[in-house]
Nanobody, 128 residues
Framework: QVQVVESGGGLVQAGGSLRLSCAAS????????MGWFRQAPGKEREFVAA????????LYTDSVKGRFTISRDNGKNTVYLQMNNLKPEDTALYYC?????????????????????WGQGTQVTVSS
C-alpha cells in the first residue's frame, strides 16, 4: 500500500513562488507515475501536472504551462511541484497522487480516476 504525504503549501502574494513536496512510502517509488491535482472551493478536482517514472516525461494543464514545473527524485521517493508567478486563481487544495506507470496513452495520466493513491492535500492560497 502506497502512502503519499504533501507539504509546502501556504499563503503567498500574487507573483510569488511556492514549492510543494510529496513524499511517498510503502511501494517502489520508481515504478509509479505521480500527479498533482487541485480543487478550489465549489469546483471539481482538476489536473495540474504529472510525471512518469523516470522523470523524463511530464504533462501539464495549459493554465500552468511555463509557470509550474513537476520533478521527482527517485532516490528520495519524492515528487515536487515548483510553482512560480502564482495567480489568485491558483488558490486551491493541492493533492498528490500515485499509480503504477503502465497506462497506454500519455493523456490518461491527466485523469484523476486513473490514480490509486492519494494524499490529504496541502492548501495553497494566493492573495491579490
Amino acid at each position: 500500500q502506497v502512502q503519499v504525504v504533501e507539504s509546502g503549501g501556504g499563503l503567498v502574494q500574487a507573483g510569488g513562488s511556492l514549492r510543494l513536496s510529496c513524499a511517498a512510502s510503502g511501494g517502489t517509488f520508481s515504478r509509479y507515475a505521480m500527479g498533482w491535482f487541485r480543487q478550489a472551493p465549489g469546483k471539481e478536482r482538476e489536473f495540474v501536472a504529472a510525471v512518469r517514472w523516470s522523470g523524463g516525461v511530464t504533462l501539464y494543464t495549459d493554465s500552468v504551462k511555463g509557470r509550474f514545473t513537476i520533478s521527482r527524485d527517485n532516490g528520495k521517493n519524492t515528487v515536487y511541484l515548483q510553482m512560480n508567478n502564482l495567480k489568485p486563481e491558483d488558490t486551491a487544495l493541492y493533492y498528490c497522487a500515485a499509480r503504477a506507470d503502465n497506462l497506454s496513452y500519455y493523456s490518461d495520466y491527466s485523469q484523476s480516476r486513473r490514480y490509486d493513491y492519494w494524499g490529504q492535500g496541502t492548501q495553497v492560497t494566493v492573495s491579490s
